[in-house]
Every structure is written in C-alpha cells, then in structure tokens.
C-alpha cells in the first residue's frame, strides 16, 4: 500500500448543491455515476469544478451510506447540503496507472480508517468528501479526500 500524507486542517462551513440518495458497498460504484450524470445533465458545463463526491452516515453493519455529489453551484432543481465548519484530515492521491481513481480512493479510506486513526489523537464523525479541481482534470492528475474528524483530546 502507497505511503500516505495525512494533513489536519481547519475548515469553515460550506454549502454545497446536488443529488444525494441512499446507497451501500455494492451499489455505490454504480449509484456516483447516476447522480453524477443527473448532475452534470443540469450543471452549465463551465461549472465543471469544484466538484464534490460526499459520503456519511455510514454503517458498518448494513453497509449503507448516503451519498451527495454536487458542487457549489446553486440551481433551483438541487438539494442542499452544509458541510460544516471544524477540523477535518486531509489526503492528497493520484489514480492508479493514470485513470482507475476506485482503487485509489479505496486504498487511501482503508489507510485512514484501519491505520491512521488509530494511531493519532482524532475520532471519525462518518464523514468524508472526494474534492475534485482544476488539478483532477491536469495530466498529473490528483483529488484531494477529506475527512470529518474530532480532537479527542478536547
């Protein structure tokens, strides 16, 4: 498994517009493509980026999760949601061979939740974003993963 950089930031709320709908580990590969087209159907195709794959409420039991894709961009046919202010873990990767960004993605949330959390001071609030910019579209492509985190030690 790559080496990977964990970085803290702090970050004020965000409000972010798109489609959000149920899913779990089977269908979710599935499920970012629906709502992804659906949105970019509607999104002017110069709004591009930033764009935001987003996934809480996750339970390891069921393996559901909520998804939200969508960006900062408002439209009258999306939905809303806040992101909110506070402390989160900041993971910076590249696709595999140059476009299979699944394993990637995969491999840096397995770091973070199976490593990384349990060897430093912070607690997982269940959930995390894929951060897509003008750097995912670049011959060097990379996105950055976000997740929601909580010092423990306050």
């Given at each position: 498994?790559?080496?990977?950089?964990?970085?803290?930031?702090?970050?004020?709320?965000?409000?972010i517009y798109g489609?959000?709908?149920?899913?779990?580990?089977?269908?979710?590969?599935?499920?970012?493509?629906?709502?992804?087209?659906?949105?970019?159907?509607?999104?002017?195709?110069?709004?591009?980026?930033?764009?935001?794959?987003?996934?809480?409420?996750?339970?390891?039991?069921?393996?559901?999760l909520e998804i939200?894709?969508?960006?900062?961009?408002?439209?009258?046919?999306?939905?809303?949601?806040?992101?909110?202010?506070?402390?989160?873990?900041?993971?910076?990767?590249?696709?595999?061979l140059g476009f299979?960004?699944?394993?990637?993605?995969?491999?840096?949330?397995?770091?973070?939740?199976?490593?990384?959390?349990?060897?430093?001071?912070?607690?997982?609030?269940?959930?995390?974003?894929?951060?897509?910019?003008?750097?995912?579209?670049?011959?060097?492509?990379?996105?950055?993963?976000?997740?929601?985190?909580?010092?423990?030690?306050?």
């Amino acid at each position: 498994m790559p080496k990977f950089n964990v970085e803290i930031i702090e970050l004020d709320e965000i409000k972010i517009y798109g489609f959000s709908k149920r899913s779990n580990d089977k269908a979710l590969p599935k499920d970012i493509k629906e709502l992804s087209s659906k949105y970019h159907n509607i999104i002017d195709k110069k709004l591009k980026i930033p764009f935001f794959v987003l996934s809480r409420d996750y339970d390891i039991k069921t393996k559901d999760l909520e998804i939200f894709i969508g960006s900062i961009y408002e439209n009258k046919a999306f939905e809303q949601y806040t992101i909110p202010k506070g402390k989160f873990a900041k993971m910076t990767i590249k696709p595999k061979l140059g476009f299979l960004w699944g394993l990637s993605i995969g491999e840096a949330k397995r770091h973070f939740y199976v490593k990384w959390i349990k060897n430093n001071k912070f607690k997982p609030l269940n959930m995390e974003y894929e951060y897509h910019t003008e750097k995912s579209l670049s011959n060097k492509p990379t996105i950055e993963i976000i997740f929601s985190i909580l010092d423990e030690l306050k």
